[in-house]
RNA sequence: GGGGCGGUAGCUCAAUGGACAGAGCAUCGGUCUUCGAAACCGAGGGUUGCGGGUUCGAGCCCCGCCCGCCCCGCCA
């Protein structure tokens, strides 16, 4: 058996070709191959209890049996079984520097790594504001997560198409584009257009609410831009662009970029075609004047409808995401396509993908795995949803601000004779950094308690924990005078021996093991989780073994633990979309 | 009314049907003449909402109940 990247798969098949010798075939004997608890071993095999089970023999001797099969696998790991029929994997303290040694690089687990979703093209549904409007808190979590699973599954083999499918064509712009022709502030448009495009729709919205006639006007002017008025078509355009644009500002502060902005607008003329193939397969009805979707087989959508065309005649969300769910599956050829988007739409998601999983069933196209990644709500520390003390959305750029500049005052207090560039430098790295990090190191689907004290803080798992443990690697590195990618200080190691260093070295190795459980299930969180305990880890060996000593073969193994930490680190939160420092 | 998600330590949260349910915060007590103490080490703290069931094994799966949040026809 080679050192492969993924032991666990590496395991789970000599097992499974070494049980027919050892007597355990029909029917269909499955190792189970997983990462243990660290008190047992590395490495468990559960697959003897079932079987045993079904088969009426002993599982300790049965594991006895199969274990006795894997003499190849003894100069590796140390082979226990314990309790009523486990069979525990240790890797010895060589193989853990083998292990060490043949992944020294980014390339090395990234080749490791690109196994797993080879072969994928996943369009990833993500951000996707409503534009004429500032993106506020409730846009962060789709942003964050979105970028994270993108990388995460870039990392893992698949090509990714990072797509914004922005709210540019909504209902918003009758109100917005009412009241621009009325209320334009010249000067406020000049200063921050997107604050005034949003007070006008403010002024458009009360108007309309309070005058019927006002509400009229609106309409009119919505139906003028859906016929391509020239005017109201430029003003659309021009608030778009001003809306994007702002955007992006925060996107650059994400590490965001998307390779398709493909809005609501470029499937407005599309949508005719949904229309007429849903009813054209006899998917679609009329029903209360509008088109819409029943599913007869389904307990709730037998009677819930999935509204495709509006009494009025105009389209909606439900037509749009359909439509481009063909134009993924034909223009981008996705095998998948994933949607990160607020868990209160998963009843529009399910409706959804069971209308186009018929529709292409009865077109005869392949559909692609459709997934909703959802996430819960942002809330405060009241427990109910973000919002400043007045009631209003907080805006992402302020909140984004306030999280550096509180970052920037931690930093100045701890670090006071750092250059102010410097620290300013570094309060934009590790504020955005808490920030993303809140969010991605709790598993997505649940709300989550937004506290600045938590997410700034150094103490337990947080951005700033990872990036100081980082920060002190470089720092050793600096002392030493050796650059941190260099392999040469790292010849002549010796195999580890303090419970420091194989504690370290052993979290260094079930780095894929996070990874794989990050990607298969699209849950970033795992990944944090991992990186939490392998800066632990390393925080526990940096105070009990020193690295800078004399006793050349023992720095040179203790070098090598520092600089995986250090690759591992690094290469995880680059993964989780974070931006990476030397000092702090 | 129908449905979805949740209820785990005082608080915020982890835990792929596997071994004794784990972290952090808070509380209490230790560690800087030594590579960055923004750190580390240790202690206490639990009937996993309640009651049944399935399983060799359940916080996790099934059934019933209690509580909370969210969704349920033309917003997205």
Redesign the pocket.
């Known amino acids: 058996m080679d050192l492969s990247f993924d032991l666990?798969t590496a395991l789970d098949r000599m097992l499974a070709g070494a049980a027919p010798h050892a007597g355990l075939v029909e029917p269909g004997f499955t190792p189970?191959v997983?990462?243990?608890?660290p008190?047992?071993?590395d490495f468990?095999a559960?697959?003897v209890?079932?079987y045993a089970?079904r088969h009426r023999q002993n599982?300790r001797a049965l594991a006895d049996t199969l274990v006795r099969q894997l003499g190849e696998l003894t100069p590796l790991f140390d082979i226990?079984i314990?309790?009523?029929?486990?069979?525990?994997f240790k890797l010895k303290p060589a193989t853990l520097l083998a292990w060490l040694k043949a992944h020294a690089t980014r390339d090395a687990l990234a080749a490791g790594a690109a196994a797993a979703e080879h072969g994928h093209t996943v369009v990833v549904d993500y951000s996707?504001p409503?534009t004429a409007k500032q993106m506020h808190v409730g846009h962060l979590r789709s942003a964050v997560i979105g970028e994270a699973i993108c990388r995460l599954l870039e990392f893992s083999g698949a090509k990714v198409i990072r797509d914004n499918?922005v709210?540019d064509?909504?209902?918003?712009f009758g109100k917005l584009l009412w009241a621009y022709k009325r209320h334009l502030d010249p000067a406020a448009l000049a200063r921050d257009p997107l604050e005034e495009f949003e007070r006008l729709y403010k002024t458009g919205n009360h108007a309309a609410e309070a005058d019927p006639a006002v509400l009229k006007e609106a309409q009119q002017e919505l139906v003028k831009l859906q016929a391509h008025d020239p005017e109201n078509l430029a003003l659309w355009k021009k608030i778009n662009d001003t809306s994007l644009a702002a955007f992006q500002q925060i996107y650059d502060q994400l590490g965001i970029r998307f390779d398709a902005m493909l809005g609501?607008s470029f499937y407005n003329d599309r949508v005719d075609q949904i229309y007429r193939e849903l009813m054209a397969c006899g998917l679609a009805g009329?029903?209360?004047?509008?088109?819409?979707v029943f599913h007869p087989e389904h307990?709730?959508f037998k009677?819930?409808?999935f509204?495709i065309?509006?009494?009025?005649g105009?389209?909606?969300?439900?037509t749009?995401?359909l439509a481009t769910i063909l134009y993924r599956a034909e223009h981008f050829h996705a095998t998948d396509a994933l949607y990160v988007?607020?868990?209160?739409?998963?009843?529009?998601f399910d409706q959804l993908f069971l209308t186009a999983g018929k529709w292409f069933e009865k077109t005869d196209r392949a559909l692609p795995r459709l997934e909703h990644l959802?996430f819960?709500?942002v809330?405060g520390?009241n427990?109910?949803?973000l919002q400043t003390r007045s009631g209003e959305n907080i805006r992402l750029k302020d909140l984004l601000a306030e999280a550096v500049e509180r970052?920037y005052r931690?930093?100045s207090?701890?670090?006071p004779e750092?250059p102010d560039s410097d620290?300013r430098a570094?309060a934009q790295i590790?504020g955005v950094g808490s920030v993303q990090y809140a969010d991605l190191?709790?598993?997505?689907?649940?709300?989550?308690?937004f506290?600045w004290?938590?997410m700034i803080?150094?103490?337990?798992?947080?951005a700033?924990?990872l990036l100081?443990?980082v920060?002190?690697i470089?720092?050793?590195f600096?002392?030493?005078g050796l650059p941190p990618g260099d392999a040469a200080p790292e010849a002549g190691a010796i195999p580890f021996e303090t419970p420091a260093e194989l504690a370290l070295a052993r979290k260094l190795t079930h780095f894929p093991?996070a990874l794989?459980?990050a990607v298969?299930?699209l849950?970033p969180?795992?990944l944090c989780?991992y990186l939490?305990?392998l800066?632990?880890?390393f925080?526990?060996?940096?105070?009990?073994?020193?690295?800078?000593?004399e006793d050349a073969p023992v720095r040179a193994r203790?070098l090598i633990l520092c600089n995986r930490t250090r690759l591992l680190l690094e290469t995880g939160l680059q993964l989780l979309g974070l931006r990476l420092?030397?000092?702090?």
């Open positions: 666990v189970e997983r990462p243990a608890d008190v047992h071993g468990q559960n697959g209890l079932a089970k599982p226990a314990a309790g009523p029929g486990f069979i525990n996707s409503n499918h709210g064509w909504g209902t918003q609501e009329e029903s209360q004047g509008a088109l819409v307990p709730r009677t819930q409808p509204i065309r509006k009494s009025d105009a389209a909606n969300y439900a749009n995401d988007v607020d868990k209160r739409q998963s009843d529009h959802d819960g709500t809330l520390e427990g109910k949803p970052s931690l930093v207090e701890k670090n750092l620290r570094i590790v190191s709790q598993n997505r689907s649940s709300d989550y308690v506290a004290d938590k803080s150094l103490d337990g798992n947080t700033a924990y100081y443990a920060a002190r470089h720092s050793i600096r002392k030493l093991d794989d459980l298969q299930q849950r969180h795992f989780t939490y305990e800066a632990g880890e925080s526990t060996f940096y105070n009990a073994d020193k690295v800078a000593l203790r420092l030397t000092k702090m």
